[in-house]
């Protein structure tokens, strides 16, 4: 059973996004009044309260934060196509770096596992990863312009340095860094959905990605390595993605987020119909007749 148990209040305007600090008990959130907050668990079980109100960072709409894996830094994507990093020290916040190079709205930021890039995608189709070469300091390593249209979503592996972005063009784009040359491209198009993918998320092994679009359905995607007993091609022995199950009718209007649990393998899916939904996989059913119910 899960039920509402808090209803928090604060922003002005739309609330974008919330992210869990790596070690709990705190969370932050973004919104259209171009602010972030930090909340914090009270003892006792009452409701979160706001710690504190980070408002000089960005001039318009926060779209999207994340934390780093280490809990020092926070990074927020805006609407005024700018990147902010905000270092905590002695739980007081700063925006020490403002990252600058996308040409429009910054809709989506992601940390690696280890912390040491940072992901940032934009309407103006590209995908950046930044590197961080010391404290405070952040070099570009990478432009990417594999999309055709506005990227909407980037995602790390939950292990490795492979990064997964969702598009208005209706693909997920793959990239890796190559280790000839240490420059970054794309090795994967996952080709499936009709519409808009608006969101992706790697599950706890990597080894599958799930991804929600304007077409109303959630698509699972699978990893097939070369050699692999399936016989499943993998040109120039690169690790080949393919749809493995579909869940449809489910959803009366587009979905705009999903978030795979690394824990409990549960599945969450944020729609336009107003609804959250969860579903559970039932490890009986074979992948290809869809195991994944409500």
Known sequence: MIKLVHTLEGHKGRVWGVAW???GGTFASCGEDKTI????????????TTKTILSDGHKRTIRHISWSPCGKYLASGSFDATTAIWSAVSNEFECNVTLEGHDNEVKSVSWNKAGNLLAT???????WIWEVTG???????AVMNSHSQDVKKVCWHPTEDLLAS???DNTIKIYRENTLDSDWECINTLASHDSTVWSIDFDATGQRIVSCSDDRTIKIW??????????????????????VCTISGEHSRAVYDVSWDKNTGLIATACGDDTIRIFKEDMKIPLKTNPFSI
């Not at 907050?37 to 979160?48: H, K, V």
């Not at 390595?225 to 080949?240: L, Q, S, V, W, Y």
Request: glycine share 10%.
């Open 21 to 23: 600090h790596p070690k």
């Open 37 to 48: 907050r930090i909340w914090s668990q009270s003892s006792g079980g009452g409701a979160p």
């Open 121 to 127: 995608c934009s309407r103006d189709k590209s995908v």
């Open 135 to 141: 404290d405070d300091e952040f070099d570009c390593a």
């Open 166 to 168: 969702a598009s208005y």
């Open 222 to 243: 699978q990893v097939y390595p070369p050699g692999n007993e399936e016989g499943i091609a993998t040109p120039d022995n690169i690790p080949a993605w393919k749809c």
